[in-house]
Each structure stands twice: as structure tokens, then as C-alpha cells.
């Protein structure tokens, strides 16, 4: 009986080949996976905001687009008118103190010193409304008020004479005189065709519909 060459191969001539590492179920599949590479930064430098895929960030905007328009802008002198009438209006509120408690006995005097309560009012509440566009009537009223009480006081001024503990009725005169000025100047400005133009285009932008 002859014997096999000892070149014989048992696996019928096939190859071995190497095999990985095997799984707990026997197969010879490999587990290894592909490592994961993460993407390069943009640019080399870490990604902004904490971007964790690498895209470029931009800064955040704020407020509206570039193209937006951010509505009329307010003239100065609305705002002069307003500060005006805010000066005016604390003044008068410490002056109406004074007549209001001089006034208490004399129906005159109380009744002066609670029109000049309703003209501070006004005062206050105009110079908001002029300011944001809303409109300017309370302030045209307001300063309106003040000079009708300035004359009211140069009249009764004029009455009196000599009669005033030892002043004279022209030294008198000053001191209403005196209050008419920034009504005066506060009238004027809210008068002015910019400060209109402004509350017809805040409207405007408010109400589509509205026509001044």
C-alpha cells in the first residue's frame, strides 16, 4: 500500500487564511469596526459657538433685518416742547401748593390753584404724547391753559394797584410774566410743520388707514 507524498495537503489544496477574532457564537466574522473620524474644524480653529460639526457660525443679529426701517424719527423739537413742559408743569405744581393752602378761606385762590392742577396734568401727559407721535393736543391745551392763567393773574395784578404789601403793580407784573415764557416757546415748537409731519407719519404707521 503506497503511502501519500508527504507534500499532501489534507484540506484538499485550498489556502489558509488568517482568520479574525471570533464572536462568542463561533463564526469567524470580525467585529472590528472603521474608527470614527471627526471632521476638521472650519479653518483650522475650533468652531464657533460650540458648533459640534465644524460649520461656520455667524454672529447673532439683533433686532430687525438691515433693511428695516425703525419708523419716523422724532424731531428735536418735539422733544423741546416736551422738556418745556415738563419744567413748566413742576414749577406750577409747587406753586399751586402754595396757593392751595393760602387758598383754603378764599373760594378764589382754591378754585386757581385746581385749574393750575389740571393745566400740570396736562402738561405731563402732552409732553408724553408729543414725544412718541401719538399726537399734541393735551400739550397744546396744556401750555394753552398757563398763559389764560398767566393772564388771569396780570389782571388781578393790575386791580390791586399799590395794595400789595408795599410792591408796586409794574414789579408785580414780572413774575407772571415770568411763567409765559416757556409756554410760549413750547406752543411754538409743537406748532412746528417737522413736529407735525412726525405725528402724521406715526400714525400713519400705527393705522395704515388713517388720513390727517
Given at each position: ?73 422724532r424731531p428735536g423739537a418735539a422733544l423741546a416742547a416736551a422738556v418745556l413742559s415738563y419744567i413748566q408743569a413742576g ?5 399751586s401748593f402754595f396757593v392751595l393752602a393760602a387758598g383754603t378761606s378764599v373760594t378764589e385762590l382754591l378754585l386757581i ?23 399734541r393736543l393735551m400739550l397744546l391745551v396744556g401750555n394753552g391753559l398757563q398763559l389764560a392763567l398767566v393772564a388771569y ?60
Amino acid at each position: 500500500m503506497s503511502q501519500p507524498p508527504s507534500s499532501w495537503n489534507p484540506s484538499g489544496g485550498q489556502q489558509e487564511h488568517p482568520q479574525g477574532p471570533q464572536n462568542p457564537y463561533g463564526s469567524t466574522e470580525s467585529f472590528a469596526q472603521p474608527a470614527y473620524t471627526p471632521p476638521p474644524p472650519y479653518g483650522g480653529y475650533p468652531p464657533a459657538y460650540g458648533n459640534p460639526y465644524g460649520q461656520p457660525s455667524y454672529p447673532a443679529q439683533y433686532g430687525g433685518p438691515p433693511g428695516a426701517s425703525a419708523g419716523p424719527e422724532r424731531p428735536g423739537a418735539a422733544l423741546a416742547a416736551a422738556v418745556l413742559s415738563y419744567i413748566q408743569a413742576g414749577i406750577v405744581l409747587l406753586c399751586s401748593f402754595f396757593v392751595l393752602a393760602a387758598g383754603t378761606s378764599v373760594t378764589e385762590l382754591l378754585l386757581i390753584g385746581i385749574v393750575q392742577l389740571v393745566s400740570v396734568g396736562l402738561l405731563i401727559f402732552g409732553a408724553v404724547q408729543v414725544t412718541s407721535g401719538s399726537g399734541r393736543l393735551m400739550l397744546l391745551v396744556g401750555n394753552g391753559l398757563q398763559l389764560a392763567l398767566v393772564a388771569y393773574y396780570l389782571i388781578r395784578i393790575s386791580t390791586l394797584g399799590t395794595d400789595l404789601e408795599g410792591a408796586d403793580s409794574e414789579g408785580a407784573v414780572v413774575i407772571p410774566l415770568f411763567f409765559a415764557v416757556m409756554p410760549v416757546v413750547a406752543l411754538v415748537l409743537a406748532l412746528n410743520s417737522a413736529v407735525s409731519r412726525f405725528i402724521s407719519e406715526k400714525k400713519q404707521a400705527q393705522n395704515p388707514q388713517w388720513r390727517q
